[in-house]
């Protein structure tokens, strides 16, 4: 599931799910947007979503610098 804030600049990656009998659940994506930059707030992905944001970049697809992007650990 996605959830979008989007009056708020918020953005998620929620799963929801049963393994088994066990419920799981968790949000392995979450970013801001504050102050025009991005905040990567939470990211347990294996390629990191900083990687796909900036790659990208390095081939001049998108305009957008790198100081934009920041990583909250």
Same mark, same amino acid.
């Given at each position: 599931?996605?959830?979008?804030? %989007?009056?708020?600049?918020? +953005?998620?990656?929620?799963?929801?799910?049963?393994?088994?009998? *066990?419920?799981? +659940?968790? $949000?392995?994506? +979450?970013?801001?947007? *504050?102050?025009? *930059?991005?905040?990567?707030?939470?990211?347990?992905?294996?390629?990191?979503?900083?990687?796909?944001?900036?790659?990208?970049?390095? +081939?001049?697809? %998108?305009?957008?610098?790198?100081? %934009?992007?920041?990583? *909250? $650990?």
């Amino acid at each position: 599931m996605i959830a979008l804030a %989007l009056w708020s600049d918020r +953005y998620l990656i929620v799963y929801i799910g049963w393994e088994d009998e *066990k419920q799981i +659940y968790g $949000c392995p994506i +979450y970013i801001d947007i *504050k102050d025009g *930059k991005i905040w990567i707030e939470r990211d347990f992905t294996e390629a990191g979503v900083a990687n796909e944001l900036v790659e990208p970049l390095l +081939y001049s697809l %998108l305009p957008v610098p790198h100081s %934009l992007f920041l990583v *909250k $650990c």
